[in-house]
């Protein structure tokens, strides 16, 4: 992901809102209502269609509490991108949100890309590497954008804490910790037709993996994207902790990188009591650096010789570095938290529109982010299968 900012828009377009249209995300889901969200914060769009449900009555219940008329509430995805085509440049959609489990986020990638529009979409990208890897294709020939929305590389402090590494306030980086502990799957939710559990726990619709493909590859792409470098190698164990659940629902790895650091990864959704408590580690010869996203304000730097520092998000604050001020909105002691996080996703995807990018928007995770996801969680499920546990993981993204 580039660190540079697309040029910012006229006020001509400022004033237009994007339109867009999203799949999924009815009622009873939580994952759309986060994205509507945090795409209206910043006034940068509008929601003007949606294909919510396949449940024909959920779909219009959806559609009319968020006041869309219902010639613009779709039966499918399919219904939705030919009508919203025939309609005038002026007045379709231009972006198509995906909030549906990952076995569909490829085909509808896929079918939205060939019909022109751009795509921001839920992780993980998809449930293979190799339909990854075409949709890599059919973007790179295409002339939209790809969004992907791994939210916590939206905190200003995580921003921080990369052009820190980056700077060199560490030293060679030695050390990687990273965690996302949860424990809303400690009982078996699935069996008790809990919506989200029943999706998540299902291969058919998760794909091969559960936890890690969940919440690992949050923890994989948030330690890439602050180090900036690519974990190649790891030794992982996947663990199943619910009588008859099919997916794995807690597991961790060691892993190497290209510059010779070495890690562990550890995510679990079985920690009882935990709640959303991803934590980022990181230590080099001369220091090192801690983030938590659930007080995700504040980047904790230890250095070796010296007192330990607590930098604070916030606009005004001397210290942070440009791209961190970039994705502040209040001062110092007004906390901004996964919506903002989010939202800043969206900022810069709204920009990157705006300024006629292609591919993957400037600031925000695209193909190659999807790719790198993959390409992880196959090696994970690999290594966990495998007696022979330390494996490679392939160079794509």
């Known amino acids: ?65 968020l006041s869309l008329p219902s010639s613009r509430c779709y039966a499918n995805v399919e219904q939705m991108l030919s009508s919203e085509a025939a309609l005038p440049v002026n007045e379709r959609m231009q972006v198509v949100v995906i909030v549906t489990p990952n076995h569909s986020h490829v085909p509808m990638s896929l079918a939205a890309i060939a019909a022109g529009f751009h795509v921001f979409c839920e992780k993980p990208a998809g449930v293979s590497l190799a339909e990854t890897q075409q949709l890599a294709t059919a973007l ?47 009982e078996d939710l699935e069996a008790s037709a809990n919506k989200q559990a029943s999706w998540r726990t299902d291969p058919v619709q998760a794909g091969p993996s559960g936890c890690m493909a969940d919440i690992g590859t949050h923890a994989f792409g948030l330690a890439e994207f602050i180090s900036q470098q690519r974990i190649v190698s790891l030794c992982a164990e996947l663990s199943s902790h619910i009588e008859g659940r099919r997916l794995d629902d807690d597991g961790a790895a060691l892993f190497k990188t290209n510059q010779g650091a070495s890690g562990v990864l550890m995510a679990s959704q079985v920690c009882a009591g935990e709640e959303n408590a991803l934590k980022i580690r990181l230590y080099g010869t001369k220091g090192g650096l801690e983030w938590q996203q659930m007080s995700p304000d504040s ?72 790719l790198r996801g993959l390409a992880f969680i196959e090696t994970v499920t690999a290594s966990a299968a495998s007696s022979e546990k330390w494996l490679s993981i392939a160079d794509v993204g």
């Open 1 to 65: 992901m580039s660190q540079q900012r697309a040029e910012q828009p006229t006020a001509q377009q400022q004033v237009t809102p994007i339109r867009y249209g999203m799949v999924g995300g009815g009622e009873g889901a939580f994952i759309g209502a986060v994205h509507r969200h945090a795409a209206a914060l910043d006034g940068h769009y509008q929601l003007v269609c949606g294909a919510f449900s396949r449940d024909e009555a959920n779909n219009r219940r959806t559609a009319a509490a």
């Open 140 to 186: 790179a020939a295409s002339s939209v954008l790809y969004g992907l929305a791994h939210t916590y590389l939206g905190y200003p402090m995580v921003w921080q804490a990369r052009e820190m590494v980056a700077s060199g306030a560490l030293g060679q980086l030695r050390k990687i910790f990273v965690e996302y502990p949860q424990g809303w799957l400690t």
């Open 299 to 370: 980047l904790v730097f230890r250095p070796q010789s010296g007192p330990i520092q607590v930098y604070r998000a916030g606009r005004g604050q001397a210290a942070l570095s440009t791209q961190a001020l970039q994705r502040c909105r209040l001062p110092s002691g007004h906390p901004e938290g996964y919506l903002e996080a989010m939202a800043n996703l969206y900022q810069e995807f709204a920009r990157a529109i705006r300024a006629g990018e292609t591919g993957t928007a400037t600031g925000v995770p695209g193909i190659s982010a999807g």
